[in-house]
């Protein structure tokens, strides 16, 4: 399939151009006054869909309200083959949204909204689909960055050209797109489950990682080595009390105090740019909390600078340092720094004398993340963890060849996990572009054979025009 996404203007033989405001009758959504509305279905009220319910071409019936049914005309009760449009809305992106209504529904549809009902003479479904094309976008968005609109008009309606094919070739167009989008919606679905097991597996990793499942065979291996108990040159700190018994680790681990056996230091300086510039813009890299890596790992840029005014108040931290954040909605978010950093009063940094031991705490933190979290307290509104909660947190600590393997072979299975995402991207951008594809093809008359003994387009808008022409008369 060819990457094309836009509609050619070269129409098949038996196509013409129409006016989208002249395939269908508009009606306006339900008005109703803020006192009359329930978030809850009442006896005698019908459900009302807004803008937030059009999500991604289709309908969700979440977050409905409903409003009393003598709200609602005859002609606002919605039906199937109704297309349900975004008329306005404080955001342009979604004026112009549209959803199709796949079967009768007893609802309706807000004041914020509109339907598009097509001619009975045309395939609702075609004019739904059009509606989902890359054309149909693009002119929106030029009518709202040529008059600056925030509502979708008869006349921007009436600017927007619909290629109409024969109805037959309509009919045959809407049940082959139907038939091959279905296989990209599945097709989607399941690149999304792919998505959701790689993040399980790294959970799983890290899980076994933590517990000394990882390396089983390695011990078996490697007996003779001394234990984690070893590593403990100051055992100043408790393992804190925990609600949940701590469980069994392996021969030779031990479960201890953080602090006894990383180092734990808070960042220091933390005005902003904005607020204070006259420390920034210099030759020391600076990050926030903002700059840790969601998911853990190398901590490997910076977006600002200090300079040497800055340094002198701030706190430089060596490469290779755990780094973690201790406040608000980032916390628990850990790194390990790929150079050195000065860092905010926001960051913690732990140190254990070793490259690899830090990579191993750092892999702990990130897997323990969400308890971590659940052990931070509230100061000003806000969620933060000092080093009074971070030293007496049990570590479950292997010896330190055994962390210097397990670092290893996560990071390894991890890199695997990379590789296969980066994949799984380039296949979700692919299946993406499949869409607007087809429907380009679709409306510009390259889905289907055309048939020669079709009626051509040009009669069937002729007879809408003659019943619109009745119907006013």
């Given amino acids: ?13 038996g196509w013409v151009t129409a006016p989208l405001d002249s395939l269908c009758q508009k009606f306006r959504g339900v008005s109703y006054g803020k006192d009359d509305a329930s978030a809850v279905p009442k006896k005698g009220y019908v459900p009302i869909l807004r803008a937030n319910n059009l999500q991604n071409d289709r309908l969700t019936f979440d977050d409905l309200v409903w409003v009393p049914a003598d709200c609602v005309s005859d002609q606002q009760k919605l039906r199937a083959g109704d297309i349900v449009v975004a008329m306005s809305s404080g955001s342009k992106s979604i004026v112009g949204k549209t959803a199709q209504v796949m079967e009768d529904w007893q609802g309706s549809f807000g004041a914020f909204c509109g339907v598009l009902r097509a001619w009975p003479e045309l395939n609702s479904r075609y004019v739904g689909m059009f509606l989902r094309t890359r054309e149909y976008r693009n002119t929106i968005s030029e009518l709202a960055a040529g008059s600056n609109i925030n509502n979708l008009k008869n006349e921007h309606l009436a600017a927007i050209e619909v290629p109409v094919a024969p109805l037959p070739e309509q009919q045959l167009i809407v049940a082959k797109l139907e038939t091959m989008l279905g ?9 999304t489950k792919i998505s959701v097991l790689l993040k399980r597996f790294r959970q799983s990793v890290l899980s076994a990682a933590c517990a000394g499942c990882l390396t089983t065979d390695w011990r078996e291996e490697n007996e ?32 201890v105090a ?14 902003r740019p904005r607020n204070d510039p006259r420390y920034f813009n210099g030759k020391h890299p600076f990050i926030q909390i903002g700059n840790l890596p969601r998911e853990g790992g190398l901590v490997s840029s910076h977006v600002q600078t200090l300079n040497d005014e800055g340094l002198a108040v701030s706190r430089k931290f060596p490469k290779g340092t755990v780094v973690i954040a201790i406040v608000g909605a980032t916390i628990g978010n850990t790194g390990v720094l790929a150079y050195e950093m000065c860092v905010t009063d926001s960051i913690v940094g732990l140190e254990t004398g070793d490259e690899l031991g830090n990579r191993y705490v750092e892999l702990f933190l990130r897997h323990k993340k969400d308890d971590v979290r659940q052990i931070s307290y509230s100061s000003g509104g806000q969620p933060n963890i000092n080093l009074a909660v971070l030293n007496p947190y049990p570590l479950a600590l292997p010896p330190l ?18 590789q296969l995402e980066l994949r799984l991207k380039m296949a979700i951008s692919r299946v ?11 409306f510009a008359g390259k889905l289907v054979s055309q048939n020669s003994a079709d009626e051509p387009a040009e009669k069937l808008l002729a007879r809408i025009k003659n019943f619109q022409t009745r119907k006013v008369k």
Avoid at 432 to 442: D, Q, Y
């Fill in 1 to 13: 399939m060819n990457n094309e996404s836009t509609i050619s203007n070269e129409l098949p033989k």
């Fill in 183 to 191: 296989k990209v919606d599945v097709s989607q679905q399941r690149l």
């Fill in 224 to 255: 003779n080595i001394p234990t984690a108990d070893t590593l403990i040159k100051d055992a100043q700190f408790e393992i804190a009390q925990s609600e949940i018994e701590l469980p069994e680790l392996p021969e030779k681990w031990n479960w």
């Fill in 258 to 271: 953080l602090g006894n056996y990383a180092r734990c230091f808070r960042g220091r300086f933390s005005p």
């Fill in 401 to 418: 060849a055994e962390q210097q393997e397990i670092v290893r072979r996560v990071e390894g299975l991890f890199a695997l996990a990379d």
């Fill in 432 to 442: 993406r572009g499949i869409t607007p594809s087809l429907l380009a093809r679709a």
